[in-house]
């Protein structure tokens, strides 16, 4: 099976109908081809952006981490498990060519002792997004103050954690009294409000000024933190959540004049920064210096609402759905 999007959902959050479950025929294997049976399919917020300007009907496209089940490639046998880049599908038949959005090619996850639902979360995507944005854009150093948006989802929830790390003071802002909670009291922010309910001006003057800005939402909230930078502040434009669908999404935010900003895609980065980000990430949450937080929702016919769950932030770290 694999879903479908039939309606584009441009201007308003998607709805379960948008989306079709379509049966597919497994053909035989060729030679170099495998078998996938999926085992977690995420939901990103992406999966909104990228549909503006999109010709439906398309095959909803996805990570998902899964194992093979019947393979003709020695280099994907049997019983190993395997991330793709290969969509909302339960049984995926693949091949090593890398997949067009991303270029990624099938890989063996690396999740140790940890449960193999975090190759798609802080050991997938959005943990190598967190620590190269912040590492390599931010650079944050001991004793800065670090900000973050979207700080109780899958990226923001490790890169404060992070930035901890770094011997910063951490600020985040996210949507609910409950993920405040969770970043202040489990988590180790040093402040925590939330944006629907907070007045954020006033927050950030009871904070002090930042060095670092990890931008996940972009919009108003982007707006009045790049207000309060430091000057020779460093701002990583990780994603703009907040302005996908609407029309002000191409509207670029301004920083001051000696503050740097940059946008960047985690696909920027080699490979081997990227599996060095993963091994550190690993270690880390291994020792339990980080912790990885996920929603995991189950079953394959609950993808469409558990994407608009995580849309209107009912989700606390990664999104992922068990199938
Ligand atoms: P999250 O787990 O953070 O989930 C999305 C969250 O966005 C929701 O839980 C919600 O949290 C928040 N949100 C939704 N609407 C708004 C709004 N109007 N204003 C503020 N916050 C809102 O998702 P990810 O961690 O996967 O992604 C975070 C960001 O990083 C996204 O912008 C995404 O596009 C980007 N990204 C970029 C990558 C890159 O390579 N540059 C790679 C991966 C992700 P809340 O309760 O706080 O509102």
Avoid at 159 to 167: D, F, P
Wanted: with cysteine; hydrophobic share 40%.
């Amino acid at each position: 099976r694999k879903y479908v999007v039939r309606k584009a959902f441009k201007d308003y959050l998607p709805e379960r109908n948008d989306f079709e479950i379509v049966d597919e025929v497994i053909p035989a294997l060729n030679d170099g081809e495998f078998l996938v049976k999926a085992e977690y399919i995420s939901v990103d917020p992406y999966m909104r952006s990228f549909a503006d300007g999109r010709d439906v009907p398309y095959d909803q496209f996805g990570f998902q981490v899964g194992k093979v089940v019947d393979s003709r490639n020695s280099h994907y046998p049997a019983d190993i498990h395997v991330v793709s880049h290969s969509g909302w599908r339960d049984f995926s038949v693949l091949t090593a060519e890398p997949d067009p959005m991303f270029n990624v090619t099938p890989y063996r996850p690396h999740t140790g002792s940890l449960p193999i639902s975090l190759a798609i979360g802080a050991l997938g995507m959005p943990g190598i997004t967190a620590y190269l944005g912040l590492t390599e854009i931010c650079d944050p150093k001991e004793n800065e103050t670090v900000c973050v948006t979207s700080a109780g989802g899958a990226v923001g929830s490790l890169v404060g954690q992070i930035a901890k790390l770094k011997g910063c003071t951490v600020i985040g802002f996210a949507g609910s009294d409950h993920k405040v909670n969770m970043l202040l009291n489990e988590l180790g922010f040093d402040y925590a409000f939330n944006y629907k309910t907070t007045n954020v001006k006033e927050a950030l003057n009871s904070t002090g000024n930042i060095d670092c800005y990890f931008d996940n939402v972009g919009g108003e909230l982007a707006k009045i933190i790049l207000g309060n930078m430091k000057e020779h502040g460093r701002v990583a434009i990780c994603g703009s959540i907040s302005t996908y669908g609407k029309k002000s999404r191409r509207k670029a935010l301004k920083a001051p004049v000696s503050v740097k900003m940059e946008a960047f895609s985690f696909t920027q980065w080699d490979i081997t920064k990227q599996q060095a980000a993963v091994s550190q990430l690993r270690d880390w949450l291994e020792s339990g210096a980080i912790k990885a937080k996920e929603t995991i929702t189950n079953g394959f016919e609950e993808l469409p609402d558990t994407l608009l769950a995580m849309l209107k932030g009912e989700n606390v770290g990664k999104a992922v759905v068990k199938v």
